[in-house]
């Protein structure tokens, strides 16, 4: 009796603990399969990777074609890029097939002599869904120069449909994107391509990530590919837009887009559109504030022949629209020159080239002093009607340091004006 | 009467409201809790060997003799400038418990400098010693620590051989509050990086956690988180981090003990920053010319095509890499830069790669 009960005593002191061991090492070991998944998966799709030096890219199809960012690869059309694979990596000459400068894509073609190179496939990027895993590959920082081995961070989709001027249907990230992750992939845990890494949102002054990363795209990139597959001169291709059709601006609609104006004898005039439609539509994608039909028409080629649904009078119509072409972006990175005329912004486009909107005011800068505000949009610069980006840098390429400018924003739904003494730009 | 009152309001929650989520459903052992079980486990088996560092300095001498105390940097300057990026801000940092008689290691950032008048370190306990700094290494960004002690709890590190891009890394250091602890979790990001003295991770490493414990799912001790200091241009919290792994600490940890101070590698620096692989320029083109650095003494300008360095012809960038790599710090050599069409001749005296 006496010995059943220390039997039973001592199992009642061991059971607790075993179980917690056992359950430590259950969990522990559930933590194990996931990161041999992880890394397995890392080490499949690592070997596609491709190092521009300064940035990254990624291969698409055995042959070798090359995604990267405009930003990155756009400024010459004949590259040495490397790939994983022995101490100081492999080295391939890549052709400029063609860039898009308005949403940043550059693709090339690498010379394999015919031999089959690593490739990841790319992603349904219209099947992503917030909160997924995603894999981002890269050099930030420079730091896959030694061997071209790349960096991986690790991270979730935070948000799609971001409209961010170029990105104008933005995947964006938390996994860790920094200056170099450019022009690199952002992958599913299928090892698929979602989209290529090419901003980020940074605390001024420091450039390093801050949990906010925008990828362009698959399917977008996709759509640019068929249209361009014979392009392979290094040319600049181009974004669409519907010419002539002003949408009202209501962010928090969540019906539609509505049609405010009509320019005469505009694409939207002669393609049937009518102020007051209600736009739901665009081809399969639904649209429910006026960005996002800018963000939807913003991932089509110009000429694309589109079908916009809406409601007119309460009957659903549809009409067939071909996208007239959208102003360019920056060919490449320019380089700034400390002489030039300085406004101290940083700015992006506004959806249907209403004008630039100021992501950013640096402090004591002629912007600051002026007055401007992040979020200010500007809509006239030295007497000049500014549309986008290029128009505003074509404007302040023409004044010289200590000129005094006239500048109208959009703040807030007022029209202000100010006046900006520019500075040279020194080292800023 | 007010019991009644509060009856009937528990009685309207417990009828009418559902929460939103409960364990129930998910069932306490499904994925994301075993997960989250793993991580906390590794992080408990660790606790007890990673302690709090204050760094008390004299504020009003700079860390070193040749440099001025920090000024702030803003704008694009801070993305040229070699020298400081950031400010050593105040607080503690964190350092690790090797032996059981009392050596601790840290980020040699943590401890660097001429101007320190006393190290203290805060055990898991809260009992507070003084420390004394003894040998550290440069290169590897770590250096010994040494307070009176006996029967120590200690880390016991792993080789970092079975270590794949992928595999979860978990960050434990001490906080502001120099007994709780701070845990950050990543995954590895590169095997073989700063010349194999380190390997990255995508773990948020800030001032905070330098010195702290690197540590695999197992809780089994990797390596100590280096590399976050007012130089490094890729900051705090980036996702860009490093730690020095096992077989980097044990290397010169004898010489350490006994004070040694391994240098850091003199390397020779011209000063430019290039863009790599555009091929339709022959030569090496300098994007940017950085302030203070030789090519900037030279008169050397952003945009400039170097065709020619001590004598060997420019291709490429990877041939001016090479060339520079061929010379010593303080060697005078001859530079040919293509500069609007025309050729330029420039010497300069190579400097040391900061």
Redo the contacts between chains.
């Keep these: 009796m006496a010995k059943r009960l220390l039997i039973v005593l001592i199992l009642a002191v061991i059971l607790p603990c075993s179980a917690a061991l056992a ?2 090492d ?3 070991g ?3 399969d ?2 041999k998944q ?6 499949k799709v ?1 070997p596609a990777f491709v190092n ?3 940035g990254s890219g990624i291969v698409v199809s055995p042959d070798g074609l090359v995604i990267t960012n405009n930003h990155v690869a756009g ?7 490397r790939m994983p694979g022995g101490p100081n990596g492999k080295r391939f ?1 890549a052709k400029m097939l063609w860039k898009d400068t308005t949403g940043d894509i550059a693709v090339l073609q690498l010379e394999t002599n015919g031999e089959k190179v690593p490739y990841i496939d790319m992603a349904d990027s219209d099947k992503i869904r917030v909160g997924e895993f995603a ?1 981002a590959l890269g050099t ?2 420079m ?5 071209s ?6 991270g979730i989709v935070s948000a799609i449909h971001t409209n961010r001027g170029g990105y104008s249907d933005a995947i964006q990230t938390d ?4 200056p170099g992750n450019s022009g690199g992939p952002l992958i599913n845990m299928k090892g698929e391509l979602l989209g290529i890494n090419g901003q980020i949102r940074v605390r001024f ?5 801050t949990g906010i990363g925008l990828a362009i795209p698959t399917n977008q990139i996709k759509r640019f590919m068929e249209t361009y597959k014979e392009v392979k001169d290094g040319s600049v291709v181009y974004h669409g837009m519907v010419n002539g059709l002003d949408l009202k601006k209501e962010p928090a609609c969540a019906k539609g887009a509505l049609v405010e104006k009509i320019k005469k004898d505009s694409t939207a005039e002669k393609a049937g559109f009518k102020v007051g439609d209600i736009i739901t539509k665009v081809n399969e994608y639904d649209i429910y504030n006026y960005v996002r039909f800018h963000g939807v028409v913003g991932t089509y080629p110009e000429k694309s022949a589109l079908q916009v649904t809406l409601l007119r009078d309460g009957e659903e119509k549809t009409l067939a629209v071909t996208l007239d072409r959208r102003g360019g972006g920056r060919a490449s990175q320019v ?2 020159n400390p002489k030039a005329a300085f406004l101290g912004v940083v700015f992006s486009q506004v959806p249907n080239n209403d004008g630039v909107e100021l992501q950013q005011v ?1 402090p004591n800068t002629p912007a600051d002093k002026a007055g401007m505000k992040a979020g200010d949009i500007i809509t006239e610069f030295d007497g000049k009607k500014i549309e986008n980006p290029d128009d505003i840098r074509k404007a302040l390429g023409e004044k010289k340091p200590g000129d005094k400018v006239k500048v109208k924003v959009q703040r807030d739904g007022e029209t202000l004006e100010l006046e900006v003494e520019l500075e040279a730009r020194g ?2 | 009467m007010r019991n009644v009152f509060l009856l009937l309001v528990a009685a309207a929650f417990l009828s009418g409201a559902q929460p939103l989520y409960s364990q129930e459903e998910v069932g306490a052992d499904n994925p994301m809790s075993r997960l989250q079980e793993a991580f906390r486990n590794a992080a408990d088996k660790v606790e007890n060997f990673v302690v709090s560092i204050d760094v008390e300095r004299d504020a009003s001498k700079p860390e070193t003799a040749d440099e001025e105390a920090p000024k702030p940097v803003l704008g694009r300057e801070a993305q040229k400038r070699p020298g400081k990026y950031y400010r050593r801000p105040k607080g503690p940092v964190s350092g690790i418990l090797i032996s059981a008689d009392g050596y601790i290691y840290t980020s040699w950032y943590n401890v660097r400098g001429d101007n320190i008048e006393r190290i203290m370190v805060t055990l898991p306990d809260g009992s507070r010693l003084k420390a004394q700094r003894l040998g550290w290494d440069e290169n590897t960004d770590i250096a010994v620590l040494k307070v009176d002690g006996k029967d120590m709890p200690h880390a016991e590190f792993t080789a970092t051989d079975h270590l794949k891009p992928g595999h979860f890394v978990i960050v434990v250091g001490r906080g502001d509050d120099r007994l709780s602890l701070t845990v950050n979790s990543g995954i590895v990001s590169a095997v073989n990086r700063l010349e194999g003295r380190a390997i990255q991770i995508d773990a948020a490493l800030n001032y905070g956690n330098t010195g702290g414990l690197v540590i695999d799912i197992d809780g089994k001790a990797l390596g100590i988180a280096c590399h976050v200091s007012d130089r490094a241009v890729t900051g705090q919290n980036s996702g860009v981090g490093f730690f020095t792994p096992q077989s980097k600490l044990a290397e010169n940890l004898p010489l350490m003990k006994k004070g040694a101070v391994i240098p850091k590698e003199k390397k020779p620096f011209l000063g430019v920053q290039a863009s790599d692989g555009a091929k339709d320029i022959e030569g090496a083109e300098v994007v940017r010319v950085l302030p203070n650095t030789p090519a900037a003494e030279a008169g050397m300008q952003d945009g400039d095509i170097v065709v020619e360095f001590n004598g060997s012809k420019i291709i490429d960038w990877d041939s001016l890499r090479e060339e520079i790599a061929k010379t010593i710090v303080g060697q005078a050599v001859k530079l040919k830069v293509k500069r609007a069409d025309k050729i330029v001749e420039l010497d300069l005296t190579m400097g040391e790669k900061p």
Excluded: H, I, M
């Design positions: 359950q430590e259950d969990a522990t559930f933590a194990r996931v990161q992880l890394a397995d998966l890392v080490a690592s521009f030096g300064g400024r010459s059309n004949n590259w040495t890029v000459t894999v930030p920082f730091t896959a120069n030694e061997d081995v790349p960096t991986v961070s690790f996994a860790p994107v920094n002054p420091y450039r390093v990530n380089k700034s640096v080292n800023r």
